[in-house]
């Protein structure tokens, strides 16, 4: 992949969104602004710990300019650290748009903290997943310079970071590569095989490809670290009802995110 590289001209960029609305709101672009440092989650026991960790306020944004910015949006700040936090709308594609209206507002660092299906042989629900590299069939990164089947590695030294900070906490967790599929009814026991002999630990709907094409793109910072909530090999149990594991899991995940943050902001990225 030629890094930087778009598929013709965008008539449309996040930049001219964030300008309308502005106008629109008769507000200034700054009154959009976002934090160098953003969380990207789903889960709203993971999104109640941080508003409590980093004592997140609702942030009105650019909810009112598109309809892929109608997630809700926090900032805060921990040990002085300023954070936003986003619960964006899953898949894909609103990933794609939140990620450049957030990179357009200021965001340097943006993680994906989050679950994802557990697909390597050791894997465990409630087991953390680390990825190193993201693949996989979704219908958005072509337009960002990935090629049909092209691995898209995760930053090493981001990577490196939420290994060490994990290893601190629990020894229940897997490095490895991460495959995306949007088709949730339609795995297969043969492709899950298949893909635990190429080094695959987890598979997700999309968002971690399109995050790092995203950002690989655009010059920003990225990182990933999910808690495995599905193994397609054992069937669905809907892990959250047990909700006291759930709510230590997706609350460890959260203190491991802190932890790195702190760590991105000793180093100063």
């Known amino acids: 992949m030629e890094k930087g590289k778009m598929i013709n001209e965008p008539l449309l960029t996040s930049s001219k969104v964030v300008e309308i609305a502005s106008k629109m709101a008769r507000k200034k672009r700054e009154d959009y602004a976002v934090d160098e440092k953003v969380f990207l989650l789903f889960s709203d026991l993971l999104l109640e710990y941080l508003i409590r960790k980093a004592n997140l306020k609702k942030y009105s944004w650019l909810e009112d300019a598109h309809p892929y910015a109608s997630g809700a949006i926090y900032r805060g700040a921990y040990n002085g650290i300023p954070l936003t936090v986003m619960k964006p709308p899953m898949g894909a594609s609103p990933m794609a748009v939140v990620l450049e209206d ?48 092209e691995e898209l590695p995760m930053m090493p030294g ?76 054992e069937g669905w149990t809907i892990p959250w009802k047990k909700k006291e594991e759930y709510k230590a899991t997706v609350e460890l995940e959260g203190e491991i995110a802190l932890a790195v943050l702190e760590r991105l902001e000793n180093l100063k990225l």
Request: glycine residues 8%.
């Open 102 to 149: 957030l990179i357009t507002c200021g965001a340097k660092n943006i993680f994906l903290v989050c679950g994802a299906w557990g697909i390597g042989p050791k894997v465990k629900i409630n087991d953390f997943l680390l990825p190193t590299h993201t693949t996989g069939c979704e219908s958005i990164t072509k337009y960002y310079g990935r090629a049909e089947k």
């Open 158 to 233: 981001i990577v490196r970071l939420l290994k060490e900070e994990t290893a601190k906490r629990t020894e229940n967790y897997h490095t490895g590569k991460n495959y995306a599929k949007e088709a949730f009814y339609r795995l297969t026991k043969e492709e899950i095989i298949a893909l635990q002999k190429q080094g695959f630990i987890g598979m997700e709907n999309g968002e971690l490809n399109v995050l790092a094409a995203v950002c690989r793109q655009k010059n920003s910072n990225y990182g990933a670290i999910f808690y495995s909530y599905y193994n397609p090999l």
